[in-house]
């Protein structure tokens, strides 16, 4: 990852540019459309959205032929190239409105408080900045606005989450796009003081064998509506 030198002495990392893994996810995450189910589950994490709706990290865009006629607009933000140009692809096919926007889920470039949704999709195990993210998140709802949420993190035995652990520690996140196995997405949004709608976990896929990606959460959580979290 490039690290960059700013004017202040600040040392930030660099744009978001995996080539290899986009090229290497836009063949993989089509395949698991039918072959784990991952088309129904993007039916559900998107059913009965409506108004305007931002989804982070929206990749090559296999999650807008699933948004509902209800839904006015998706701003959808992509920081990696290639991925980003599937996703502009993608958009053209959608039966609703998709603006592909680049930017980071750690700064997202849009108003405050203007979108009644925020969809994340397999995105929160690859920010660099889970709770930033989610202060992001957090900002640019609607209070009372809500989060649909698809992701994978620490689950299974002692034995799975020693490997996930070790595995994030070494060659996991380098070999896709920065993500990592044993982050806990549910309880980074009660932490980040949204409130828990319904979830349920999610294997992925359903039946065989468990792989330390296997282990998911699909549900909803809301912005409260008052900045003291009621
Ligand atoms: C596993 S892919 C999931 C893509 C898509 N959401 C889906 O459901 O298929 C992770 C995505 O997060 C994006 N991503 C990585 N770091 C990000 C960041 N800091 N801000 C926003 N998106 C990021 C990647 O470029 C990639 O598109």
Redesign the pocket.
């Known amino acids: 990852m490039r690290l960059l030198s700013t004017r202040s002495g600040r040392v930030t990392r660099g744009p978001?540019h995996?080539p290899l893994f986009?090229r290497y996810?836009a063949r993989i995450?089509v395949g698991a459309e039918s072959r784990l189910g991952m088309a129904g589950v993007?039916e559900r994490l998107l059913a009965g959205l409506s108004g305007r709706v931002i989804?982070?990290?929206?990749?090559?865009g296999?999650?807008f032929g699933h948004y509902p006629g209800a839904v006015a607009e998706v701003v959808a933000?992509?920081?990696?190239p290639r991925?980003r140009q599937l996703a502009l692809e993608s958009a053209l096919r959608a039966q609703v409105p998709v603006d592909v926007v680049p930017?980071?889920?750690?700064a997202l470039p849009v108003k405050s408080e203007a979108f009644d949704a925020v969809v994340l999709?397999?995105?929160l195990?690859?920010?660099?900045d889970v709770p930033r993210?989610l202060g992001e998140v957090r900002r640019v709802l609607r209070p009372g606005g809500e989060v649909r949420f698809?992701e994978h993190g620490q689950g299974g035995g002692r034995a799975m989450t020693l490997t996930q652990h070790a595995l994030d520690r070494t060659l996991w996140p380098v070999l896709n796009?920065?993500?990592h196995l044993a982050r806990e997405p549910v309880a980074a949004l009660r932490e980040a003081g949204f409130r828990l709608g319904p979830h349920r976990r999610v294997m992925l896929p359903e039946r065989g064998p468990a792989l330390p990606t296997s282990y998911c959460a699909l549900g909803v959580a809301w912005r409260p509506d008052e900045p003291d979290g009621r």
């Open positions: 978001v995996h986009a996810y995450s993007r989804e982070i990290g929206a990749g090559n296999l999650n933000i992509e920081p990696e991925l930017g980071a889920a750690e999709s397999l995105v195990c690859s920010v660099r993210t698809f796009g920065g993500c």
